[in-house]
């Protein structure tokens, strides 16, 4: 996918831009995500902020953006927040509160994986307000589950559902979850059983991944069945996905799901 600098975007867009901004004297990219086509953290006279944006022919990534502006009143506290949306001269663009942090480590004895759990503690709270209209999580199974296998995963929790280390920035005292181009509605402890497969993914063992997810009241309350229902449908799309083969290593982990609940 090709990316965009700050001075490659059209003048219409950036004028645009600084007209609430300020003047930008510098625009250091940021390589990372792949929901956007530009991304880069401006110096402006207001002070710094992060931008990001895709082309308005971008049919889908324009999509995530309208999400991200849909649900930034349910996450504040959770990710930067958002100060301003921008279409102009060909682009969609975003503009957040800027957080001088990393990426987390998801490793073992890392520091990050308790701030990540405060993070994911304080989304629990959020609730998908039904006027936003965002999707069910049961929804995105359809292919692989049943109607009544689905009825499983309703909820009214906000998910995010991509709690990948790219998006969990941690800063000195603290993380936040950024990117909600992909929420969902559904069981809370969804996130958390995400989560806790990328600790797998980063070598975290089994059992303490299991041990680490026991500290969310959601996931102690979760219905077995339902857990259940989200491994296999998870499994067998990745199947459809990437084939039998290839999604054997990852299918593996959300197995392990099963044995903590």
């Not at 645009?16 to 110096?43: F, K, N, Q």
């Not at 996130?191 to 497969?197: K, P």
């Amino acid at each position: 996918m090709e990316r965009y600098d700050w001075v490659e975007l059209p003048a219409a867009a950036r004028t645009a831009v600084e007209a609430r901004t300020g003047p930008v004297a510098s625009a250091v990219p940021v390589p990372d995500g792949i929901t956007c086509r530009m991304a880069a953290v401006l110096s402006a006279s207001s002070g710094r902020l992060f931008v990001k944006g895709v082309p308005m022919s971008d049919a889908a990534g324009c999509a995530g953006q309208a999400w991200e502006v849909a649900v930034s009143a349910c996450v504040r506290g959770v990710s930067p927040a958002l100060r301003w949306r921008v279409t102009s001269g060909g682009w969609d663009l975003l503009g957040f509160e800027y957080v001088d942090c990393r990426h987390a480590d998801l490793s073992p004895g890392s520091a990050d994986v308790s701030k990540v759990a405060e993070v994911l503690l304080a989304r629990e709270a959020a609730q998908a307000s039904l006027e936003l209209g965002v999707p069910l999580l049961a929804d995105r199974f359809a292919a692989v589950l049943t109607p009544q296998e689905r009825e499983l995963l309703h909820g009214d929790a906000l998910l995010h559902t991509d709690t990948n280390p790219h998006n969990l920035l941690v800063t000195g005292d603290r993380a936040f979850l950024v990117d909600w181009a992909m929420p969902a509605r559904g069981p809370a402890w969804v996130d958390v059983a995400y989560t806790t497969v990328r600790l797998m993914e980063a070598d975290t063992p089994p059992d303490e991944a299991l041990k680490w997810a026991s500290q969310f009241p959601s996931w102690r309350a979760a219905d077995p069945r339902a857990v259940e229902v989200f491994v296999a449908g998870t499994c067998r799309a990745w199947d459809e996905r990437v084939g039998t083969r290839a999604a054997r290593p990852s299918n593996a982990r959300f197995a392990v799901l099963l044995d903590g609940c």
